[in-house]
């Protein structure tokens, strides 16, 4: 495995790390037995910066996780995140209109507590805000959360989806090591001001669904999705824009055979390519393809493998959008 490092805080992580949601929430029902050993594997790998959420499964991830990173405290740089809550009454959460955002000072002051009980450690190496709540100010989320710095309970703060002014105004509060986004080669929205705005501040860019939730490894069957699956309410799925993405990750694949990967070690090594202080976190619960991502990093592109795939983008332009309206209107704020 090889390294990057996290901002200008001199930590090494892997660069290829690992999203633990789909283990517990959004993508059918996991196996944690299987789950368990996905996390053990990525310890062999190297794989050392794992990703999860207090609100994947309702805090059952973190749950999980604390299984093996409680025992390898030394050995895992752990991030979560607070900020979705369930709205009151949801039993079985099936999509972001069931949830709510809450960012306000004392509702960190809580959610610390209960994602450092329920991982089972003393310290959270990157707590991120899961998204900017437009009920609070910028400034007091980020002067919470550097509140809990001082009081050891955090290492480094990190926003998810949040506007370069957000960005900015969060960086002057307490220094951002890390923005977690969506990016892949199917979503590229913060090339144009976002990820300027980190580079200049030293703020790592953390791609969340770096395969595009899957659909890019052209391995998802649509009517194989079980019924909670999270990726049925998100138009790249819908009809409308299914067989678009479906020809283009039929062309995609074909790139990869011609490189001699597989489309998901492609679809990585694309976003690693993009920059050195860019670090994916693909979500898998299978050691299969916990094991075939590791290698991504070991994947060179040339000038002509990436006109290849821009040219592939640019012919099946039809991609659709990467959230439903109600969710959409929470990014990039
Ligand atoms: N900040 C946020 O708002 C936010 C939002 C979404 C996700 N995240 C984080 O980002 C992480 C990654 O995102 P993601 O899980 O949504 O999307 P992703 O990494 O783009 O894709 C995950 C999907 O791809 C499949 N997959 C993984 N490796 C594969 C391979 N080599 N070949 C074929 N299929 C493969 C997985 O299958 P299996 O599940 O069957 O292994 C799963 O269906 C999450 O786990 C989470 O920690 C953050």
Request: hydrophobic share 35%.
């Amino acid at each position: 495995m090889k390294y990057r490092k996290l901002g200008n805080t001199g930590v090494s992580l892997s660069e290829i790390g690992l999203g633990c949601m789909g283990m517990s929430h959004a993508y059918g029902i996991g196996n944690d037995e299987e789950s368990i050993a996905v996390l053990h594997r990525a310890l062999d790998l190297g794989i050392n910066f794992w990703d999860t959420a207090d609100f994947y499964g309702s805090g059952k991830n973190e749950e999980l996780v604390s299984k093996v990173l409680s025992k390898n405290r030394d050995k895992v740089f752990i991030a979560t995140k607070f900020g979705f809550r369930v709205k009151e009454g949801i039993k079985d959460f099936k999509s972001m209109d069931d949830a709510y955002l809450d960012c306000s000072p004392s509702y960190i002051k809580k959610a610390v507590e209960a994602s450092l009980r329920r991982l089972k450690v003393d310290t959270i190496d990157l707590y991120y805000a899961h998204r900017i709540d437009p009920k609070v100010p910028v400034e007091e989320t980020a002067g919470a959360m550097a509140d809990l710095v001082r009081e050891g309970k955090v290492k480094y703060l990190g926003l998810s989806e949040a506007s370069a002014e957000s960005i900015r105004r969060a960086n002057s509060v307490h220094p951002i090591a890390a923005l977690q986004s969506e990016y892949s080669l199917l979503t590229r929205d913060l090339e144009k001001e976002i990820l300027p705005v980190c580079r200049k501040f030293g703020i790592t860019l953390v791609p969340f669904s770096p395969l595009a939730r899957g659909l890019i490894t052209n391995t998802i069957k649509r009517e194989n999705l079980p019924e909670n699956d999270f990726r049925k309410t998100i138009p790249r799925f819908s009809d409308e824009y299914w067989k678009n993405n479906h020809k283009l990750a039929e062309g995609f694949e074909m790139l990869a055979k011609n490189k001699g990967c597989t489309p998901a070690q492609l679809a990585l090594a694309w976003v690693l390519a993009q920059g050195d202080d860019i670090i994916p976190i693909p979500g898998t619960k299978k050691i299969k393809y916990l094991e075939e991502n590791a290698k991504a990093a070991e994947i060179n592109l040339t000038e002509l493998d990436l006109k290849d795939i821009e040219d592939l983008i640019k012919k099946y332009p039809n991609i659709g959008p990467r959230y439903n309206a109600n969710t959409q209107k929470l990014v990039n704020k």
